[in-house]
């Protein structure tokens, strides 16, 4: 892998993570003077409690469960509990932790909340403790752990055991998954080779599908939810043009010359481990990052989506990934190859479902990176396929269900893909 010479300003470690917690700042300010400003900051409060005590489980949106103020301040607590494991540890700002603090702000629109992630926190941290190595080493593998937070949401709050057992059972199955998630993400990457990017989302498919099995066995049937807000908001859309823009323009103040720069990321493939913090520099990352934001940005918009919790996840997590293997050369491929082949299946590409999958299809953005557009397409179609299937499997406990199908997808498509490439070569 060429790397690039980077020339740009070096603000230090402490200073980037205080650029990185104006993000949760940010959601938790405008959370709190929103419901101010709409003189109901009683159901600002009502609505955050709905939010911690509703099971989470796919597709719960708190933007609809507790309101835009509420959600709003849910990310910004998220956001700020994950900025203080960063400090207290002294994490190395990089493209893998860029990439898993904006997946966690994502998805708490969508499924993680503060009394569901912590005791996958904790599990993470006594596994450390019985491998004798150091938390900060696994601490951004537990992050994306949290995909599967609302299983402790579920067995809290869905009635299934008196409320004490339920609590008690439920804390003994985030610390359960947060102890084995680190050594199961390891083995799990070995199966797709590095071209899923959301390895931990696959991983968590498998596990969340043997939870799932067990609770089956007992009985207990997971229910299907499809909490929606469906109408669009200003306030959010001003919210992410602006952050995209302070991207934009954070990156150009890193390297001037970032934008002259940009095509250096293109050619990257972007299968793991790639970096582009480390390859091509922050100012560069965070203009690829503010480029992908407003491309999905835009594609929701004129496809008269909603930018509801869902879809926001979606977006937050192609922005997060654009620090760590997807840019547009290789996003687009597999993009339009979901699209395509959902519009060749009668679906509305406006409703929720379509545009999620639209956008965390580019987890197999590497194929179309190493293997060309037509074959991204190809991974794109099969994706589209897949995960429409799968999480009836996982009964929607695995928030990241789209790394759980491209994880299948990548698995099945490179070993037949390098099999005819060695075919032609010899």
Avoid at 200 to 223: D, K, N
Wanted: contains cysteine.
């Amino acid at each position: 892998m060429e790397f690039n010479k980077v020339d740009e300003k070096d603000i230090g470690r402490s200073k980037k993570l205080s650029l990185l917690s104006a993000i949760p700042i940010l959601f938790l300010f405008v959370g709190i003077i929103y419901g101010i400003y709409n003189g109901s900051f009683h159901s600002v409060l009502y609505g955050f409690i709905n939010i911690v005590l509703t099971p989470t489980i796919l597709v719960t949106d708190f933007i609809q469960v507790g309101g835009i103020e509420a959600a709003f301040i849910n990310v910004g607590l998220v956001g700020l509990l994950n900025i203080f494991i960063m400090r207290h540890f002294r994490l190395k700002l990089n493209g893998i932790l860029i990439a898993a603090f904006f997946t966690v702000i994502g998805f708490s629109f969508f499924g993680k909340n503060l009394y569901n992630i912590i005791p996958i926190y904790f599990g993470g941290y006594f596994y450390s403790l019985y491998k004798k190595i150091s938390f900060k080493d696994i601490i951004i593998a537990i992050m994306f752990g949290t995909a599967l937070a609302p299983m402790v949401s579920e067995i809290s709050f869905s009635g299934l055991l008196q409320p004490f057992w339920a609590i008690t059972v439920a804390v003994c199955v985030g610390l359960f998954i947060g102890f084995i998630i680190v050594p199961l993400s390891s083995h799990m990457l070995k199966f797709h080779d590095g071209y899923n990017l959301y390895n931990i989302g696959f991983t968590s498919g498998i596990l969340g599908t043997v939870l799932a099995s067990v609770l089956r066995s007992f009985g207990i049937t997971i229910e299907p939810v499809n909490i929606i807000s469906e109408k669009n908001h200003l306030v959010i859309i001003i919210l992410l043009l602006f952050l995209f823009l302070g991207l934009f323009c954070t990156g150009i103040y890193f390297n001037r010359r970032a934008i002259m720069d940009f095509r250096k990321i293109l050619q990257y493939k972007g299968r793991l481990i790639t970096d582009f913090t480390h390859l091509v520099g922050f100012g560069v990352t965070l203009l690829n990052m503010a480029l992908l934001g407003l491309l999905s940005l835009i594609y929701v918009l004129l496809i008269g989506g909603v930018v509801n919790g869902p879809v926001l996840a979606g977006i937050f997590t192609v922005v997060g990934f654009g620090a760590f293997g997807k840019h547009i050369k290789n996003c687009l491929p597999v993009m339009i190859g979901v699209i395509i082949t959902a519009l060749l299946f009668g679906n509305d590409l406006s409703t929720t479902g379509i545009i999620i999958s639209v956008l965390f299809s580019t987890t197999l953005a590497p194929i179309a990176g190493t293997y060309g557009p037509i074959i991204g397409f190809i991974a794109g179609a099969l994706h589209m396929i897949l995960v429409t299937n799968v999480g009836v499997i996982h009964g929607g406990i695995n928030l990241y269900n789209n790394g759980f199908s491209g994880g299948l997808v990548a698995g099945v498509m490179i070993p037949v893909l390098d099999a005819f490439h060695k075919e032609r070569n010899r």
